[in-house]
T-cell receptor
Framework: SAVISQKPSRDICQRGTSLTIQCQVDSQVTMMFWYRQQPGQSLTLIATANQGSEATYESGFVIDKFPISRPNLTFSTLTVSNMSPEDSSIYLC???????????FGQGTRLTVV | GENVEQHPSTLSVQEGDSAVIKCTYSDSASNYFPWYKQELGKRPQLIIDIRSNVGEKKDQRIAVTLNKTAKHFSLHITETQPEDSAVYFCAALLSGTYKYIFGTGTRLKVLA
């Protein structure tokens, strides 16, 4: 299993500002993922964070809004840029142990934009 | 795009009764299907999973069944307890990727 530390756990931010969320894993992993979970909703994949190359974004998500860094095999950051109230959500990082195995999640970052 | 449908969205059962949650997936080549439980304010945690080479898997009070022909899988919880109350998500791993597509979630309430 993988132990994932994510921070901050929550934040309240002013619209127009940016927040960077950090995700640290206790072992080296090839793939790291960032999800958004809007209130009462399911998990939607934002992007896959690749080490040594640019992140791969899902439809509806763009790098300018959600820039991602992956400097090594145990760490990634997601930035939510130029925030608006619609960005209020829980953001979760996730790693997979391998193909056809479970995904592990960080504890999430609850973001409120006012 | 590929998707996973999940029903029902909410489910209330009396303590001791059984609960069944159903999911249908669209990627016929998917071969890994996990179920996650998410308690309020906490991260999703795996409770059981099934791979396409088996039709059923059981772990104490929890079981999952898979019908690959129908592209359908279900979670069964027997002898429900109040601590089973949570949101449950099914998921399917997209074939050839590490990406999961999640269902829309089922809020289960077990009434004491």
């Amino acid at each position: 299993s993988a132990v994932i530390s994510q921070k901050p756990s929550r934040d309240i931010c002013q619209r127009g500002t940016s927040l960077t969320i950090q995700c640290q894993v206790d072992s080296q992993v090839t793939m790291m993922f960032w999800y958004r979970q809007q209130p009462g909703q399911s998990l939607t994949l934002i992007a896959t964070a690749n080490q040594g190359s640019e992140a791969t974004y899902e439809s509806g998500f763009v790098i300018d809004k959600f820039p991602i860094s992956r400097p090594n095999l145990t760490f990634s950051t997601l930035t939510v840029s130029n925030m608006s109230p619609e960005d209020s959500s829980i953001y979760l990082c996730s790693v997979g142990a391998g193909m056809n195995t479970e995904a592990f999640f960080g504890q999430g970052t609850r973001l409120t934009v006012v | 795009g590929e998707n996973v449908e999940q029903h029902p969205s909410t489910l209330s059962v009396q303590e001791g009764d059984s609960a069944v949650i159903k999911c249908t997936y669209s990627d016929s080549a998917s071969n890994y299907f996990p179920w996650y439980k998410q308690e309020l304010g906490k991260r999703p945690q795996l409770i059981i999973d099934i791979r396409s080479n088996v039709g059923e898997k059981k772990d104490q009070r929890i079981a999952v069944t898979l019908n690959k022909t129908a592209k359908h899988f279900s979670l069964h919880i027997t002898e429900t307890q109040p601590e089973d109350s949570a949101v449950y998500f099914c998921a399917a791993l997209l074939s050839g990727t590490y990406k999961y597509i999640f269902g829309t979630g089922t809020r289960l309430k077990v009434l004491a």
